[in-house]
């Protein structure tokens, strides 16, 4: 199978590749500290339960944004723990584009996948350049299914996801304040199509390749 030439977004505002702006809802990111080991080591819970959400604006970017937690169910070696990986991918996404913080999407991006790194390293360019996003709605991702596998001459798990995401409207900004034309003006859904494996070791699922189904092919 080989890559998606194309992505649902925009050229980096000053990097030379592509990555997806999306958003989901903050709700979605205020699991409990116990459902997650990993991520835990990285925020400090005292400042994260007294500063007060501040939404990015056309006045400035987000603040105090709260980070995506890995919940328990993710760590399983199933369809649901395949599942729950993905849906963290995309909650990690969201917090990448609002904060330039790309620690959370690599807990679960294997090295080879190209559009986590996409994003892993052109959000912190743009917000290190003054660069912010503005996000009018929440992601919804929709797993129409999941077919899970053990590859044989490596002996590992592999879940294929079906899944249908639908992005909401996005403003971009740079350092002078000003409205860019790459903008978003209004929601898309598409079709999506995920590969993650199973590393047993560290018990964590992770996204080995991420595109549209449309530019999926399959090698003989």
């Not at 989901?24 to 925020?43: D, F, N, W």
């Not at 994260?48 to 399983?76: F, I, K, W």
């Not at 995920?194 to 080995?208: C, G, H, M, P």
Request: hydrophobic fraction near 35%; aromatic fraction near 10%.
């Amino acid at each position: 199978m080989k890559s998606s030439s194309k992505k649902s977004a925009v050229k980096w505002l000053l990097g030379g590749f592509t990555a997806l702006i999306l958003t989901i809802s903050l709700t979605g990111c205020s699991q409990t500290a116990e459902e997650s080991p990993e991520l835990e080591k990285t925020t400090d819970a005292s400042l994260a339960e007294t500063a007060e959400y501040v939404p990015a604006s056309a006045d400035g970017p987000a603040q105090n944004v709260p980070e995506p937690r890995l919940p328990v169910s993710a760590t399983e070696n199933s369809e649901d723990g395949a599942k729950a990986t993905l849906e963290y991918f995309w909650e990690a996404e969201a917090f990448a584009s609002l904060t330039g913080n790309g620690d959370s999407l690599a807990v679960v991006s294997d090295d080879s996948c190209a559009f986590c790194h996409e994003s892993i390293d052109g959000w912190p360019k743009n917000y290190e350049d003054g660069y912010w996003s503005v996000l009018h709605g929440d992601i919804i991702v929709n797993v129409t299914e999941v077919v899970t596998s053990e590859e044989d001459d490596e002996e590992e798990s592999v879940a294929h996801i079906y899944f249908e995401l639908t992005e909401p409207a996005t403003d971009f900004y740079n350092e002078e304040g000003k409205h860019l034309e790459a903008s978003f003006d209004e929601t898309d859904t598409q079709d999506w199509f995920a590969i993650l494996n199973y590393d047993a070791t560290a018990q964590i699922w992770k996204v080995e390749w991420l595109g549209f189904e449309d530019d999926v092919v399959w090698e003989e």
